[in-house]
């Protein structure tokens, strides 16, 4: 905790010295060891950094031994830390380990957007997340029909029209029809080398009946309807009516659920009294005790 500290005390300190020696300079964190007598100064900048002077002033302003450490935008994202564009903490910071070279194809592999603004991290390069699933992509589309291909099927040739790698299913569509999402394992196995092209008529059939449609039909299910100006809002007085026509039907079904308890009370009530009139005034039942020892009554 007392090197944490320190480290804080020191960072606004380290920024007024490198604007003053280095203005190329730009200050990203200080990190004392576990002794005390060592501070590391990491600094982020595109060209090489004279700081000579910026060390014998840090180690007269300190006294501990300095030493500076230029690192590269990935390094500076992971000492800061952040959040990404999925909301989550910069996988750097969280899983650590060394950086991987992601290069531009893994994003075309996965059919994303090539704007830099959405493939790109805080760190200004592409996001090290890229890669994470570029193999995934790149052995299902080695397995898979190409995107845009023709596949036979029991109801005619069918177009290929969309990918889904994840689940591993291929959506095609017989012209005039709706998509059908077919898992790739119910294609016909194909020849050595080649890629499946044949659905058989029972895998057709039953992607049909678990309904699996694209997104034509997934448009249709979250419809709106539009308003034009003919259209208008219920009335006032209409709106009146109808909370009171709600509210005596509720005073109605109220009153009628009281009018059934009162009625049970009673039949309750009547019983009760016809079972004490069968008793005698001391209480006991009216019927006969039978004599003991055979003796007549």
């Keep these: 905790a007392r090197m944490i500290e320190l480290s804080q005390e020191a960072m606004p300190v380290f920024r007024e010295m ?12 200080v990190e004392y060891l576990l002794d005390g007598d060592k501070a590391i100064f990491y600094f982020e900048s595109e ?6 002077d910026l060390v014998r002033k840090l180690a007269g302003r300190f006294h501990v031994r300095v030493d500076m450490r230029q690192i590269g935008v990935r ?35 996965q059919d994303l957007s ?34 845009g291909s ?9 177009k290929v029209v969309d990918l889904d790698v994840p689940r591993e299913v291929v959506s095609v569509r017989v012209e005039g029809e709706k998509p059908v999402k077919v898992p790739l394992a119910d294609f016909e196995p194909p020849e050595e080398g080649n890629r499946p092209k044949v659905i058989g008529e029972q895998a057709w059939e039953q992607a049909q009946n678990q309904g699996l449609y694209g997104t034509d039909a997934g448009m249709a299910a979250f419809a709106t309807v539009t308003l034009s100006g003919s259209d208008k809002l219920a009335e006032r007085g209409s709106v009146r009516r109808v909370e009171r026509t709600k509210r005596s039907e509720e005073q109605r079904r109220d009153g009628s659920a009281a009018s059934g308890r009162d009625k049970g009370q009673g039949r309750k009530g009547s019983k009760r009294s016809g079972s004490d009139g069968q008793r005698d005034g001391s209480g006991r039942s009216g019927s006969r005790r039978r004599p003991r020892n055979g003796a007549s009554p």
Excluded: W
Excluded at 47 to 52: A, H, K, P, S, T
Excluded at 116 to 144: N, T, V
Excluded at 153 to 158: I, R, V
């Design 47 to 52: 060209d090489r950094v004279d700081f000579r």
């Design 150 to 158: 023709t596949v036979q099927t029991p109801d005619g040739p069918a």
């Design 75 to 109: 390094d500076e994202a992971r000492l800061v830390g952040g959040l990404g564009h999925c909301g989550q903490e910069l996988c750097c910071k969280r899983l650590g380990g060394e950086f991987c070279p992601v290069s531009i194809r893994m994003a075309k592999e």
């Design 18 to 29: 490198a604007a003053e020696f280095a203005s190329d300079m730009r200050p990203v964190s």
């Design 114 to 147: 090539l704007n830099p603004q959405k493939i790109s991290g805080l760190c200004g390069r592409l996001m090290c997340c890229l890669r994470y699933e570029f193999e995934a992509y790149k052995d299902f589309k080695g397995r898979c029909p190409k995107a």
